[in-house]
């Protein structure tokens, strides 16, 4: 039940990253353009790609959950029984939704305090930025019971 609606999730988030990957193309790439060529390079583009990179890097890390992409020591679990597998997988998931609660704890902190400082060229509340950081640990989260009832089910 949860997979079904964290896959969907992730195929929106999939799509919105891809859009923010272009996007940030677009302003590097009008970057180059304006600085080498038409010589008036522009105060926001530099800053806009920064900001786009972070926000694409935290939502890359949820579908690298999903696409078990992240770094796993597979060694010690490989040569596990069935059931202590899989109980060793759920600890393992569970340390890391310890990571995840305090990304939104900390996260969200940060981002609210953030709202009142403004971005230099491009004037936005730097709290926009840092708002990705508790948005990725609920992502995260969220995925991480997911991955907990595939291997409760047997499906892992």
């Keep these: 039940m949860l997979s079904a609606v964290v896959r969907n999730v992730n195929k ?36 806009l790609a920064r900001y786009l990179m972070i926000w694409i890097t935290f939502l890359g890390a949820n579908l690298a959950l999903e696409n078990k992409a992240h770094p ?9 029984p069935g059931r202590v597998k899989q109980v060793a997988q759920v600890i393992a998931i569970l340390l890391s939704s310890v990571f995840y609660s305090l990304l939104i704890y900390f996260g969200s902190q940060f981002a609210v305090k953030s709202f ?17 950081i508790p948005v990725s640990g609920v992502l995260l989260l969220i995925g991480s019971f997911a991955e907990i009832e595939k291997i409760i089910k047997g499906g892992n």
């Design 12 to 47: 929106v988030v999939g799509r919105f990253t891809i859009l923010l990957l272009i996007i940030m193309t677009l302003a590097v790439f009008a970057q180059v353009i304006f600085r080498f060529i038409l010589k008036h390079p522009l105060a926001w583009s530099e800053e």
């Design 72 to 80: 796993t020591i597979e060694i010690v679990v490989g040569f596990l």
């Design 116 to 132: 009142s400082q403004l971005t230099p060229a491009m004037g936005l509340p730097i709290g926009y930025v840092y708002l990705i």
